[in-house]
C-alpha cells in the first residue's frame, strides 16, 4: 500500500507509512508526525526495513529534523534497528525506564547511549515543536513497561499492539463485527488480562479520539468504530483470565 497521510492540517502531519516488512516477519506499520519543523517516528522496525523505513522518513521530513524516537515497548520489530537510527540521526529515543539497560543487547553503541532516555510509569509529555504529545501507560498491554502517544491536534491514539490485527488487506475497519476474526484470537492471548485492560479504557475514555492507530494491521476511524473497540476491550477475558488449562506438566 502507498504511504497514507492520515491527518494534515497547516504544518502538521499524521503519516502511515507503507508496510516494509516480508517474508516470515510480522505485518508493522511505521507513524511519522511532523509539526512545525519537527518530526518523531514511532516504533520504527528491525534491521530488515530499516534502510527504507529511513529513507522514507528522510524524504518526508525534508527541512523538518527528526527529534524523537517513540518506542512503545521492547519487542525486536520496535527496536532492533534503534542504533542505526541513533548513529545516522540526532534523535533523542524514549522507552520504558525498565528496558532502558535492555535496548543495549540489540547493539547500541556507546557513543549513542545518552541518547536513549527512560519513560516514567505514569507517562510523560513530549514537546514537538510546541505540541505536546501524551505519552500513556498501557502496562502489560502486552509489555510489563509499555506506552501509548496521542496526538491531540490529529486526536490519533497510537497503541502500539494494542488494537493489532493479521492477515487482513485494508488499513481501515469497516466492519468491527467481520474485524473479530483478525484480531480477537491476538489479544486473547497477547494481552495480559482484563484487569490490566479496564484501568487503560477508563483513562483512554478521557481523550477527544477520532482514530486509533494500531502497530500492526488497520485502524480504527471515527468516534462510533472508537467506542466499539473500547466497548470490546473493556470486557475481554484474556491471558491470565483464561490460560489456566496450559499449566500441567507436560506428558502427563
Known sequence: ?????????????NVLLEDFSHGLAVQANQHVIIHNGE????????HKVYTKVLSETTH???????????????????????????MTTDALAYISKLWVRFVPHFGLDRLVEERLLPIPDEGMVIDLAGLELLVLPAHFLHSCGNFHLYDPLSKILYTGDLGASLGMEYIFVEDFDAHMQYMDGFHRRYMACN????????????????????????????????????NYLEELQCGADIMQDVYHIPGQ
Request: aromatic share 8%; proline share 6%.
Open 1 to 13: 500500500m502507498p504511504n497514507s497521510i492520515l491527518f494534515e492540517q497547516g504544518e502538521h502531519r
Open 39 to 46: 518530526g518523531i517516528i514511532l516504533d520504527p522496525g528491525g
Open 60 to 86: 518526508l521530513l525534508g527541512r523538518s529534523k527528526l527529534k524523537y524516537l517513540f518506542l512503545s515497548h521492547q519487542d525486536p520489530d520496535i527496536i532492533a534497528a534503534a542504533n542505526g537510527w541513533l
Open 195 to 230: 484487569a490490566a485492560l479496564r484501568p487503560w479504557v477508563k483513562m483512554v475514555r478521557q481523550l477527544d479520539i477520532d482514530m486509533i492507530a494500531p502497530q500492526h494491521g488497520a485502524m480504527f476511524r471515527g468516534k462510533e468504530m472508537v467506542t466499539k473497540f473500547l
